[in-house]
Structures are given as C-alpha cells and as structure tokens.
C-alpha cells in the first residue's frame, strides 16, 4: 500500500493549474513580519465553480536542520459562490489565493499543501533564509 505522501503531487506550476504559487521575499531578517501570498492557477487558471474547486490550503514552515515542519496556516474554503440556480450558475466564484504574515527566527523551507475536490491533493515549497 502507497503512503499518502506518494499521492500528493508535484509539479511546475507554469505548467500544471493545481500547483500551489508561493510568493514571499527569498530573504528576510530575524523576527520580521512578512507576508506569503498563497494562489492557484497564476498560469493556468483552475476553473473554479461549485462543482471543481479547491476545498483548502495549508502552510508549513520547517526550519534547517530540524525533524518536524511546523503548521503556520490553515485557509478552509467552505463556500464557493453556491447559487439557487443550480450547480455552476451563479454570479460569482471564489478565487483561492489567501495572504499569511510569518515571522521566522531560523532559515528553511515554506511548504504548501492543497487540495482540489477532483484532482486531489498538492504540494509546492520555497526556500526562505535570514538576511
Ligand atoms: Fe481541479
């Protein structure tokens, strides 16, 4: 039986819709707030309807050398533009992109984790180091 790590998906996000974008400095001082934008479909838009869209999106922070990640992030996106009409034919839709504000004391790795209700689950990382 594969681990649910064999499940979750990468890929450039230039090319595949569902890979989380992170975009935050690559350096940053020691206890300085800064903020992560967090999107989806920056080049391949997701379509994002009732029907097909994305049900969360998580953020871990793991410093160097150290065992665990630790979870600084947690966006639930419990409504999707739902409308009496019918499944996909309301006026609006969300768009998943959140902004989270960190400070790290400790250089290491951001990674993402999402997770679209038909094509599964999602990672994408980044490098961040103190200046
Ligand atoms: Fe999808």
Redo the contacts with the bound molecule.
């Keep these: 039986m594969a681990d649910l790590c064999e499940r979750v998906q990468k890929a450039d996000w230039k090319k595949e819709?569902?890979v989380p974008v992170i975009e935050c400095p690559d350096q940053v001082k020691a206890g300085e707030i800064f903020q992560v934008k967090i999107s989806l479909g920056k080049e391949i838009p997701?379509?994002n309807t009732t029907e097909?869209?994305?049900n969360w999106i998580q953020l871990f922070f793991h410093p160097e050398g150290e065992k665990f990640p630790y979870q600084v992030g947690n966006f639930e996106f419990s409504a999707h533009g739902e409308s009496t009409a019918g499944a996909n034919k309301g006026p609006v839709y969300t768009h998943h992109e959140v902004t989270a504000s960190l400070k790290i004391n400790k250089s290491g790795t951001l990674y993402v984790l999402s997770l679209?209700?038909?094509?599964g689950l999602w990672e994408s990382s980044r490098k961040i180091v103190l200046a």
Excluded at 116 to 119: F, K, L, Q, S
């Design positions: 819709k569902h997701h379509p097909h869209h994305i679209c209700n038909i094509h």
